[in-house]
């Protein structure tokens, strides 16, 4: 491998984040569903020949963490793709995460060399199952929130594979749009594979193929040197999920040096309720927090986590086995995870940890057959504070990085009104620095409809850190016609009549510092 100049590497790394953000710009803007073109739901990145991560866009972190482990899936089953050929794949027992969320993988040519690969994942608002929205709460397998795919070739070179296309998106109540959000995926990494060859005709591609393993390699040298930082030592914490007496995570980490073990040994055996986390989400959410607590400005590839070991015992509600149900444990799971390990990084380096931030992504799910309709969102919540400022408020934090779906948008999409899109006052907690205020999100059903709520942080409130208060807890209501209320459980799938009413309370921000 050719040795490159600083500067042809820095022009090369930031070229290839290009690409991926410009993929997932034509993804949303080609997308048909709310979900992806309001929302931006979805997720770019690109890599290199090996299957190795070379450059993400900042998109959802819960995502990114795990679109590796999809591609390495792809290559296992079809070896290195050929030029032009695209797979869809979201089983997450082969990479995926839950089964809303789809994954293309293209193979990216040039000449008779194969450059790499761009990929594009984004959360589809229906794949079928036994709810509107694919999570339903009482889902005990996984066959019941949707269509599993594995590996599967959806388009070469000269044409679509149609009939594989129209299978995925008959599995869907809403077929027509499941068809044009994936043609979006399509185009995004046609986009994709267009501007990684013009780099390649620009740079050349030996030049470009080096750059690709240079720059892991300096992600790498960057996050060892942070990490080296940290004091070593055993720190462990746990937490537990809303289901039941609660379920238990528990996690060690283990700083030696320049990197970093964390086992999950001790969490709770496997549940039939669908919080369950597939090793990818809970590998994604431990690289989240590493990346957040070592070097978060170094280019974000697959160098950014060698320094970093995860294990978790097979069985487990953070390493699941078929046909354990997954959808919630990608949303919510994978936030308590993040909220779990920075507890335990808070006792090696206390000034440098954030107070807890919501814990969870508020998952609020309403559809219908008939009216087909599949309305899905997450809602931003208090931002925990940080050793240098208040946290922020009405944001999604941890592993989603999704925006508010804008009520216009919601509005002329659904059979839906809102009633009250505001800040939910006096949510964060107090502290030298105070935590983000949460949301309140209340919304109308116009028809007759389901409602799927997946949610945590309901009666267990995000902790504050180094003395300051715990945010504020999230609420679920039902308003029904008559303005009777009914507080709703923390998940769970009912129907909705035309006319009643949802709101969502989310959980404010824990503070940090005592503010005495």
């Not at 979201?90 to 809303?100: A, C, R, S, V």
């Not at 808070?346 to 000034?351: F, G, K, N």
């Not at 400022?389 to 934090?397: A, E, I, L, N």
């Amino acid at each position: 491998m050719a040795e490159l100049s600083a500067v042809e590497l820095e022009v090369v790394r930031h070229a290839l984040a290009g690409v991926a953000d410009e993929m997932g710009i034509a993804l949303r803007r080609a997308a048909y569903s709310p979900n992806i073109k309001e929302r931006a739901d979805c997720s770019a990145a690109v890599f290199a020949p090996d299957g190795q991560m070379v450059a993400q866009a900042e998109h959802i972190p819960v995502h990114l963490g795990a679109m590796p482990e999809s591609v390495r899936s792809v290559l296992s089953v079809f070896g290195p793709l050929k030029p032009g050929d695209q797979v869809c794949v979201n089983d997450p027992y082969l990479g995926g995460t839950h089964l809303p969320d789809l994954t293309i993988v293209s193979a990216v040519g040039y000449g008779d060399r194969l450059l790499g690969y761009v990929a594009n994942r984004a959360h589809h608002a229906d794949v079928g199952g036994a709810a509107p929205g694919s999570m339903p709460a009482s889902a005990t397998e996984i066959a019941m929130e949707g269509v599993r795919i594995p590996p599967v070739r959806v388009a070469d070179a000269h044409r679509e594979y149609t009939d594989v296309v129209q299978l995925i998106a008959a599995n869907s109540r809403t077929p027509e749009e499941r068809m044009g959000d994936l043609r979006a995926q399509f185009a995004a990494n046609y986009v994709g594979a267009r501007r990684l060859r013009e780099l390649t005709n620009r740079m050349g591609s030996q030049l470009v193929n080096d750059a690709m393993a240079a720059v892991c390699d300096y992600s790498d040298r960057r996050v060892r040197a942070a990490v080296r930082e940290i004091p070593d030592g055993r720190y462990s914490s746990e937490d537990v999920l809303e289901i039941g007496d609660g379920v238990p995570i528990r996690a060690m980490v283990e700083v030696n040096g320049d990197e970093i073990a964390v086992d999950f040994t001790g969490t709770a055996e496997q549940i039939p309720v669908n919080c369950n986390a597939v090793f990818a989400v809970t590998l994604s959410a431990t690289m989240f927090v590493f990346r957040m607590l070592t070097d978060p400005h170094a280019p974000p590839n697959a160098g950014c986590y060698r320094a970093l070991r995860v294990s978790a015992p097979e069985g487990t509600v953070v390493n699941p086995v078929f046909p354990a149900p997954t959808a919630a444990g990608n949303v919510e799971t994978s936030q308590r995870i993040v909220d779990v390990l920075l507890a335990a990084f808070a006792q090696a380096m206390p000034e440098k940890v954030p107070a807890a931030s919501q814990g969870t992504m508020n998952n609020l799910l309403i559809g219908s057959a008939n009216p087909p309709f599949n309305y899905y969102e997450t809602l931003g919540g208090g931002e925990g504070a940080t050793p240098l400022r208040d946290g922020m408020s009405g944001v999604h934090t941890g592993m989603t990085n999704t925006q508010n779906t804008p009520a216009e948008a919601m509005e002329l999409d659904y059979p839906l009104r809102i009633w009250r899109y505001e800040l939910r006052r006096n949510s964060g907690g107090g502290g030298r620095y105070r935590g983000g205020e949460g949301l309140v999100r209340e919304v109308e059903a116009l028809a007759d409809c389901t409602l799927t709520i997946q949610s945590e942080r309901r009666t267990t409130a995000p902790w504050g850190a180094h003395g300051g208060c715990s945010g504020a807890a999230g609420r679920n209501l039902l308003i029904r016609r008559d303005g009777s209320e009914e507080v709703l459980p923390s998940k769970s799938t009912r129907q909705l009549a035309a006319g009643e009413r949802v709101r969502i309370e989310t959980p404010g921000g824990g503070g940090w510092g005592s503010s005495g």
